[in-house]
């Protein structure tokens, strides 16, 4: 029977503990085990064997300060009704089957909803009910898995993530034993018969053996840490050849320094792991300077309408809102900050941020989070917190609205795992031949082969090249969110427009009245109905009717999608919409919004529709793809339609939004892969059922889940730009699947022939990742210039 425990592959030291046929070092391992089989979880040890983390032995009361009022509201996400949402740091994450552990939670504790895992960051989500679940129990419970959460109030705050000064420090203390390791080794490199040198000799060769040792044991400490997670799993990672490399070195030099055969290489291995954290060290620099450009710079190109002290409506963009701003949310709006509710009656799904749909009421002065949905009559309310645009970010990516789809990094990660095992057979191979050749020279052969040969480079080409064009995209507009959508619109064929606010554009000078003159009392009071929605037709209406808006109390809204709404106001039932929903027959071809009182038909706002400029030359560059458009609206336009898209493929008119989504379908049934271009609100689930949505905002709060791509509205005569680049990213990224191929061709080509020293491999190595990142910054640059004039 193995000596070692089965759940976290820890050596049995003390008393073993038999379980069920198996070993355990200690009963919190053998607790976690008997949880996850009664769960029916125990696919987590065929994921990854002795993937487990050892649980801590400290009391559970270490988090009992957790329930304190203010450090739960400092730390909490969001809380509302019975659902708290927390994010916890887990420094211990290290595998796949930590993560698939960590996101099954909800399978263990009935009281957690959901639970998610940002692996770059160490981090993961829950959201669970705190009625039932305290957070000092939802601490201790991860904890008693293996998975202790670092907590630290000063940085509750979620401000960006430092540089991880540990890799600094590593960095610094390889190159300050480099640089007097070089120093030391200069009689060496000298050589000659000097009486002096020959005498300090060994004293200088122990010298560079002390230098070596913190470089060897603190700052490779990383690599010999990731080589270990990887075997202990099953996988052998790139990591793996590297410490074998650096093993080989150092055994080799203590060996010659002993025997006094040579001066072994400690300055080289030095210098080895000094050029490899500098390279790694770069890399985390480009790749933190990219994150934080898209959390915190390139702001989601959607406006929000602010209203002043005297009720005047202003739409400023998403960034540009400040704590103390008074906005207004309609009907269906996310609300993208944290508020106090002023005026109105809230009705808050908080399905977007927990998962499970479920409204809560608010009423004025209770505070609203960011997120939540309204349902129902417009809301006045109070900024109390600026934007945090990483949140509303972290909320869009969630698992439940991603569209699954396998990329270039799963053929990347697939290269990888190959790659490994390559280089270790051209290791061995070259290491025997050598061995008959020069003993001497074999262990600088191995070193070098084992060195060069790096699949980084090839795993780097795809992120960094994305998060480039994510960066461009963003800062002209055109908001991505993931990487894997730069992928699928690189793949689109076909093209879906929704007609009314996408190709269109709302103007109140093409706008005419026609039925009973009416009253003030009647255009206030439909005003302040108007407000309401966000449909394109209502928000120009709104817009039209010049009287002021006399922000009057809104009852019983009703708001039926594709048909119309309603609501009593100031002891009237007003009645906005199409036809059908006013009882009314629509004679000729045109597009209206019919509005009834009390159930007797007032008239009708005809609406001759304004479509955007540059159309013609948008649909001309468009020639490759199949053009497709669909309206809610009849087929009065289809004439000036056609003429404006000379190659559209086939038009749809009188669509309902559930007509819009069979549409889509229908059409990848056939093959086709599908993009939706809509209103991000109204065009919900066929920009879900796409296989690339994107919403179109115009001076509106367009923010949903269901989207891929916010883009701003102004610049949709563009759009064939954007599919540009992201057709040019692609062919970067191939490029540098080419550039880091060769490299290692030609790196190991030198290395198995002996003409590389492991030191020059060392430096090779690292400069392949930095040409990399170079040419995919230069060569996206100049993508973005060539189809953007602003300055990326």
Known sequence: MSDYCFHCGQYVEKERILFDQKNFCCNGCKSVYEILNINNLSNFYELNKKAGIRPNDENSSQFDYLDAPDIFNKLTDFSEGKTSLITFKIPVIHCSSCIWLLESLHTLNENIKYSQVNFTR???QIAFN?????????ANFITNLGYKPAISLETADKNEEKLDKSLLIKLTVAGFAFGNGMFFALPDYIGGEDIWMQHYKGLFRTLMFLFSLPVVFYSASDYYKSAWYGLKNKIVNIDVPIVLGIFVLFGRSIYEVVTDYGPGYFDTLCGLLFFMLMGKMFQKRTYSSLSYDRDYKSFYPIAVTKVDFGGKQENILLSEVKVGD?????????????????NGEGNIDNGFITGESESISKQPGDKIFAGGKQVGSSLELEVIKNVDQSYLTQLWNKEAFKKHETGLDTIINDISKYFTFIILGIGFVAGIYWAFIDLEKMFQVISAILIIACPCALALSSPFTFGHIMRILG??????????????????????????????????TNIRFEGTELSDFDLKNIKTLLKNSNHPLSKSLYDFIETEDGYFPVEHFVEISGKGYEADIRGAKYKIGSAKYNNQTSKNLETAVFISKNDE????????????????????????????????????????????????HAMAFNQSPEDKLNYIKDLQDTGSKVMMIGDGLNDAGALKQSNVGIAISDDSNSFTPSSDVIMNGEKIDKLHQYLRVCKGSITIVKMTFIISFLYNIVGLSFAVTGHMSPLFAAILMPLSSITVISFTTL??????????????
């Open 779 to 792: 060569s996206t640059w100049i993508l973005g210039r060539k189809h953007f004039k602003k300055a990326q």
């Open 475 to 508: 800062r002209n507009k055109f908001y991505v969110k993931d990487t894997i959508t730069i992928e699928k619109i690189a793949k689109i064929d076909s093209i879906v427009f929704d007609k009314t606010g996408t190709i269109t554009q709302r103007k109140k």
């Open 326 to 342: 008074r906005i207004l949310v309609r009907n269906q709006e996310i609300i993208p900050v944290d508020a106090i509710l002023i």
């Open 130 to 138: 705190h009625n039932e679940l305290k957070l000092s129990e939802l």
């Open 601 to 648: 038909f007032l008239g009708k706002y005809i609406f001759k529709n304004e479509y955007r400029e540059n159309l013609k030359d948008l649909f001309r560059h468009l020639n490759l793809y199949k053009i497709f458009i669909l309206s809610g609206d009849n087929s009065s336009e289809e004439k000036q339609l056609k003429e404006i898209i000379p190659n559209i």
């Open 122 to 124: 160490k981090t993961i």
